[in-house]
């Protein structure tokens, strides 16, 4: 599993912002979304393209185009959902499925509870989004669910993860058959004993749309 953590200023700012305990639920939701088109940028470096030649006002051009099958971005409920609107801005022609995963929280094991997606994901390319990496079991979950429809490419895009849930979320996947990919905001110190990271920025999913 190759891992990139972004350094770049905007994503520490917008970054340091979102874990301030002060910050509502509308600049949250903004804010998450604005990140998550920067780490698409880095996310996207490997999405496939296929060369055509367009005619400009002035001469014939070559270029590309995103390759078919389109990518298909995957949202965890319910926190993943936040981070929907940034990826999509940046490549709108893709297609959107949904997992729901829920994390027993004596266990820390992931199970699914929902899910929408195509039966058949031979050849795509997909792009997992879930905020927190702690544990890794929930993201490691949602990875081999994608791959046993078939799909041949998985990046996963988090805002924030704990060292021992990138180690976990590798050793989880280490006998995977297919590349997969982690692109982060930031890495953090530790997982405290109830499965959070720490200092983390609190629960993303109540952070964005409130305590249910």
Not at 17 to 29: I, N
Not at 125 to 137: E, I, R, W
């Amino acid at each position: 599993m190759d891992t990139t953590v972004i350094d770049h200023p905007l994503v520490a700012h917008k970054l340091t912002v979102l874990r301030d305990e002060q910050t509502d639920s509308p600049t949250f939701r903004r804010l998450t979304e604005e990140l998550v088109t920067l780490l698409a940028y880095e996310a996207t470096r490997e999405v496939r393209v296929t060369p055509v030649t367009v005619t400009t006002p002035v001469s014939p051009a070559h270029g590309v185009r995103l390759a078919l099958p389109k990518p298909l971005v995957v949202p965890i409920l319910r926190a993943g959902l936040g981070m929907l609107e940034g990826m999509v801005r940046l490549v709108p022609t893709a297609e959107v499925g949904f997992v729901g995963m829920v994390r027993d929280e004596e266990t820390l094991q992931a199970s699914t509870y929902a899910e929408r997606l195509p039966e058949d994901l031979s050849g795509r390319q997909c792009y997992v989004l879930d905020p927190m990496l702690a544990t890794g079991g929930t993201l490691a979950a949602a990875v081999r669910f994608l791959v046993d429809r078939g799909a041949d490419h998985i990046t996963c895009i988090c805002l924030l993860a704990a060292p021992e849930g990138i180690e976990r979320l590798s050793a989880l996947l280490d006998d995977l058959k297919v590349p997969c990919n982690l692109v982060l905001a930031g890495v953090d110190d530790r997982l405290n004993e109830k499965g959070y990271i720490v200092p983390g920025l609190g629960d993303a999913g109540d952070r964005l749309y409130g305590v249910v």
